[in-house]
């Protein structure tokens, strides 16, 4: 089968690969549409230590059952549907609880199986997901994490919010707290056409963070959520909010980082880290996204390419003056 792999640090090539195996439990999926994440970019440049090449990613994917591993009865061949890539073992007490996003031995398609960017993808068929679109399923997985981590800010009617960082999360965050019941949602971000494009998702401020006066925030604010990861970042989402107010750090770029570790314990700040997302989380942003009810009606933030031009949308995305919230490469 034809495949976009990551063959060596800012190189995506067209490679013919042999077809995923197909176990007991899964299905083949002839691949519609796979979306470029910020997270595979940081490992396209090799700054990830999850991901070693040769590498098919692709986590974010939508398309259409083409074949029926043993067992198998829930789906149908025919059925278009997107996938929860998160693959668990379904005996820790993580899993057992409910939060296999916790799970100790997760693993996920397109960094630990063979990823989407690829005529076919095998998928657990119980983490399959019927849906309306092949464009739009394959944004459904960053909903589902900006789903858990408005979730994880318990948003109170009326409360004022900061998003920091306008890429798709931070975009898909800002529309999801709207809809939750915030007042307010101050985008920050150094790119001026990604604050253009905030102001779309539902932003009501949009700020440079040269522009941010500490003070005048810090009586306000009441979640911020934190969708860049580094330590400058992570620092403002604590410097801003009200005492007792609640910052949640979806963003992974910088491991150490610096605090104000004083003011976290007199201001009683809460801080809470959001990883991926519960199946309860993934079937309300299936949910939100089938019923036509995520995504501003403007599309100017996406962008459409076929993946033979992956190479290039990948080198685009790295770039700092990227165009586009969002690429899906179709197959
Ligand atoms: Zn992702
Ligand atoms: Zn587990």
New binding site residues.
């Given amino acids: 089968m034809k495949t976009l792999t990551w063959t060596a640090p800012n190189v995506m090539a067209i490679r013919e690969a042999r077809e995923p195996e197909l176990v007991p439990g899964w299905v083949l999926l002839q691949v519609g549409g796979a979306a470029i994440c910020g997270s595979e970019i940081a490992g396209y440049l090799g700054h990830n230590e999850l991901r070693h090449p040769p590498l098919i990613m692709g986590h974010e994917f939508s398309g259409t059952v083409a074949r029926l591993g043993e067992g198998v009865t829930q789906l149908a061949v025919g059925e278009v549907v997107t996938a929860n890539p998160l693959v ?5 007490r ?2 057992r609880q409910g939060n ?1 996003q916790r ?4 693993r996920i398609i397109g960094i630990d199986f063979p990823g989407a960017f690829a005529e076919w993808v095998a998928v657990p068929a119980s983490q399959c997901y019927p849906i309306g679109d092949i464009v739009d399923g394959a944004l459904v997985e960053p909903y589902a994490c900006g789903v858990r981590a408005v979730g994880l800010a318990q948003v109170e009617i009326g409360d004022e919010a900061m998003v920091i960082g306008a890429g798709i999360i931070g975009l898909m965050v800002m529309r999801i707290l709207r809809r939750a019941g915030a007042s307010r949602v101050v985008a920050v971000d150094t790119n001026v056409h990604r604050l253009e494009l905030a102001q779309e998702w539902g932003a009501t401020d949009t700020l440079t963070p040269d522009r941010i006066n500490h003070e005048a925030m810090g009586q306000r604010l009441d979640r911020v959520i934190d969708a860049v990861g580094f330590s400058d970042t992570r620092a403002l989402s604590v410097k801003v909010l009200r005492r007792g107010g609640c910052a949640v750090w979806i963003g992974l770029h910088e491991n150490p980082t610096g605090l104000a570790g004083n003011a976290v314990v007199r201001d009683e700040i809460d801080i809470r880290g959001s990883f991926c997302y519960t199946d309860s989380e993934f079937q309300r942003a299936v949910d939100l996204v089938n019923a036509g009810q995520a995504f501003p009606q403007s599309r100017d933030w996406l962008d459409i390419r076929p993946l033979e031009d992956g190479d290039a949308a990948f080198a685009e995305q790295a770039s700092p003056e990227a165009r586009f919230a969002k690429i899906v490469l179709t197959v």
């Fill in positions: 668990s073992c379904g005996q820790c993580h899993c296999r799970c100790l031995s997760r």
